[in-house]
């Protein structure tokens, strides 16, 4: 495959992607199996995922289409048509930041800062169509501020305190997930592809059980 001129930046990554897939074909992605867009692997391949924080890139998924033409608008930064007709608009931010995804309100999408792929034009979706370049212009390069105003009041608010354990971290990301929409499958899939440690290694028992208590926190702190 060959990328688009924009993605031909020596800092970012690229992943292996199972054909027809969005599942990494390889295990330890975003430490060591993480190749160069010249890379003959990355050439050769059907699909392949951009990985995110490599370079500084971070991705906007937005998933719910009434918000597209808002962020069409907003974003002024190269940015893909998915094979479901949504959109992932790309950005370079070099600040820091506390986590590596921000899950939106209302099952608006997510910012996918690191640890994260998403799939590059070329590549086919599950449902058989293609990933296009939407918006054929430079990465827009931004602050973290600015990312931030950008998603404004679509950006999950809560009122937790920050627990930098290995299970608080994993909860947090749970709680998240949950305040974005997410159902247990959806964030099921996600821990895994962010490679969360506790929750990959633990029985599905344990993964329905967190959910479920998250999700009750949740519905306990907007009563």
Known sequence: MILPQQLQN?????ILIKPNTKNPMESAWQQYNNYVYFNSKIRQAK???????????VVLDIDD???????????????VKTGSGKRHY?????????????????GAGEI????SQVLVPGST?????????????????????????????????NGRMVDTTRS?????????????????????REMRLLEFSKWVESSEDYRVATYCNALKAIKNKYK
């Open 10 to 14: 020596r800092e970012f990554r690229f």
């Open 47 to 57: 699909n392949v995922g951009a990985l995110c924080g490599k370079g500084g890139l």
């Open 65 to 79: 289409e009434k918000y597209l033409k808002e962020f069409d608008k907003k974003c002024n930064t190269f940015s």
């Open 90 to 106: 790309y950005f370079i931010c070099k600040d820091k930041f506390d986590r590596g995804y921000f899950v939106l309100t209302n």
């Open 112 to 115: 996918r800062v690191k640890n």
């Open 125 to 157: 979706h599950p449902n058989g169509n293609k990933y296009e370049v939407f918006n054929d212009c430079e990465i827009r390069n931004v602050t973290r501020k600015e990312l931030f105003d950008i998603v404004g009041e679509l950006l999950t608010k």
């Open 168 to 188: 608080g971290k994993e909860w947090s990301e749970v709680c998240q997930m949950i305040e974005g929409g997410y159902n247990f499958d959806e964030c099921d």
